[in-house]
C-alpha cells in the first residue's frame, strides 16, 4: 500500500539550470519517490546530472544515497513490493516507461559496488565478460578491449604481464579497478559507484580517486561516498540527502564552504551524521 508522507523542510537548488560551457544534461530525476513495501525511502527527489561531471551524493546512514543511486539504472527493480512514482529521465527518455528495454539501459550504465566483486576467472576475461554475454567472440576486438579498458581503469601496467591470472588472486584495490575496467568494457555513457572505496585501504583508495578524476570528462560519474573529504575531493557537484530527500544540490565547494542550509552546514561540518 503507498502511503504519501510529505517532508516537512524545503530544498533548495535541487533543480539544475545549465551553466555556460555545461556539456548539458545526463540524468534527470524529477520528483522521484521509492516505496519498499510500505515504507517510504525517497521523497519528490528532483536532481540534474551534468553529462561529464563527477556527482557525489553524501549524507547519513540510510538517508537513501544509495537507493537513489540504484534508481537510476534500475537495480531496485527485482525488490518485492517496491513502488515509484515521478521519473528519472535519461537523455530526456523516462527510464520507468515500459517499454525501456533494462537490459539495454544498463548497459549504458556501468555500476561498480561497495565491495569489489570480479568474477573466479581470469583478469582478461573478467574485462571481456559484457562483450561475450553480448555473443561477440572476435579475438581482435576482444584483445583490444582488455588492454583499452585496463588502461582506462589506470590497470594495465600492474597486470599485462598475468593477464591469464586469476583475479581473486589481485589486491582488494586491484580488484576495484578491475570491475572499473569491466564496467567501462561495454562502452557505458554513465558510471554509477556505490562507496567504490569503503573496503579499501588508503593507498588503494586514492588510486581509485586519481582514476576517477581521470574518467571526469569521458564518463558522467555518479558516486555514493560516505566519506565528505572524498566527496570534496573528486566531485564537481554534490547531492546533500537526509531521510529520503535531498536537501540541498550544487556545485561541491557551495556545499562545502557555503552551504545554504543549517542542515548540510551541520553535516558537513560534522556536526551530525
Ligand atoms: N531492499 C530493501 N528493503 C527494504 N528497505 C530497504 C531496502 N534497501 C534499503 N532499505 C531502506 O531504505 C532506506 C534507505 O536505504 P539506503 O541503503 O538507500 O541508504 P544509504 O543512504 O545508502 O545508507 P548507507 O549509507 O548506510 O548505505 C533505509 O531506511 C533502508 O533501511
Given at each position: 500500500m503507498k502511503e504519501k508522507i510529505h517532508q516537512s523542510w524545503e530544498t533548495i537548488e535541487t533543480v539544475?539550470?545549465?551553466?555556460?560551457g555545461a556539456k548539458g544534461i545526463s540524468v534527470e530525476v524529477e520528483r522521484f519517490s521509492l516505496w519498499y513495501g510500505a515504507k517510504q525511502a525517497l521523497f519528490e527527489n528532483t536532481m540534474a546530472i551534468e553529462r561529464g561531471l563527477v556527482t557525489a551524493l553524501i549524507g547519513p546512514s540510510g538517508c537513501g544515497k544509495s537507493t537513489l543511486l540504484r534508481s537510476m539504472n534500475r537495480m531496485n527493480d527485482?525488490?518485492?513490493g517496491l513502488n515509484i512514482d515521478g521519473e528519472i529521465r535519461l537523455d530526456g527518455t523516462n527510464i520507468y516507461h515500459r517499454d525501456i528495454d533494462v537490459i539495454a539501459l544498463r548497459k549504458r550504465m556501468g555500476m561498480v559496488f561497495q565491495k569489489p566483486n570480479p568474477f573466479p576467472m581470469s583478469i582478461a576475461e573478467n574485462v571481456t565478460y559484457p562483450l561475450k554475454v553480448d555473443g561477440i567472440r572476435d579475438r581482435r576486438i576482444l584483445k583490444e578491449t582488455v588492454e583499452r579498458a585496463l588502461k582506462s581503469a589506470a590497470l594495465w601496467e600492474e597486470v599485462k604481464d598475468r593477464l591469464k591470472e586469476n583475479a581473486m588472486g589481485m589486491s582488494g584495490g586491484q580488484q576495484q579497478r578491475l570491475c572499473i575496467a569491466r564496467a567501462i568494457a561495454s562502452d557505458p555513457e554513465i558510471l554509477l559507484m556505490d562507496e567504490p572505496c569503503s573496503a579499501l585501504d588508503p593507498i588503494a583508495t586514492s588510486k581509485i580517486e586519481d582514476l576517477i578524476d581521470e574518467l571526469r570528462g569521458q564518463y558522467t560519474?555518479?558516486?555514493v561516498t560516505h566519506n565528505m573529504q572524498q566527496a570534496a575531493r573528486v566531485s564537481d557537484?554534490?547531492?546533500f540527502m537526509y531521510l529520503g530527500k535531498i536537501v540541498e544540490y550544487g556545485k561541491t565547494s557551495t556545499i562545502f564552504e557555503a552551504p545554504k542550509s543549517q542542515r548540510t552546514e551541520d553535516y558537513v561540518t560534522g556536526r551530525f551524521g
Open positions: 539544475y539550470h545549465p551553466k555556460k527485482l525488490i518485492d560519474i555518479a558516486i557537484n554534490t547531492a
